[in-house]
């Protein structure tokens, strides 16, 4: 069949063509489920810019979600329920949610620190491990901020 005869069979092809690229580019022939957790939907970090905005080194230290450490709602940061999330970092200098990244994993910042802590303090948030956040410690490390 030659092609150059045919030209309802090349815009036929040239529509087909397009309604593929159409339903992968928005998603539509992605059927991948959502996993559920603890009654919380799981998803992945957002896509974050390629090129970060800075990149900086600051105190890290780690925090529980103890009243002791907190305050009377220790589930509930400044930029709402923690608990049960394990890429939640507090600070005081980004706005909330900011999404960071220390030693290659994502946080975003979800809560703030007493008012004595600069803005280059990330207090990583390690919910009920009190164990993990002593092991932690406090560390230079660096920080890099999307």
């Not at 907190?70 to 509930?76: A, K, L, M, N, V």
């Not at 999404?99 to 303090?121: C, F, L, P, T």
């Not at 207090?123 to 901020?145: P, S, Y």
């Amino acid at each position: 069949m030659n092609t150059e005869s045919h030209p309802a069979y090349l815009i036929l092809l040239s529509i087909m063509f397009l309604l593929i690229g159409f339903t992968i580019g928005f998603g539509i022939a992605d059927d991948k489920p959502c996993e559920t957790v603890n009654d919380f939907i799981m998803v992945e970090a957002p896509n974050l810019s390629l090129l970060p905005k800075e990149i900086t080194y600051g105190v890290v230290s780690a925090y529980n979600s103890m009243i002791e450490q907190t305050d009377s709602t220790p589930c509930i940061g400044a930029g709402g329920y923690i608990c049960g999330r394990d890429d939640v970092v507090a600070n005081n200098g980004l706005p909330l949610g900011t999404w960071v990244q220390i030693e290659g994993k994502y946080y975003q910042v979800m809560d703030r620190m007493n008012a004595r802590y600069s803005e280059n303090h990330y207090d990583i948030f390690m919910d009920k491990d009190l164990q993990k956040a002593k092991e932690f410690g406090r560390q230079n490390l660096e920080v890099i901020i999307y």
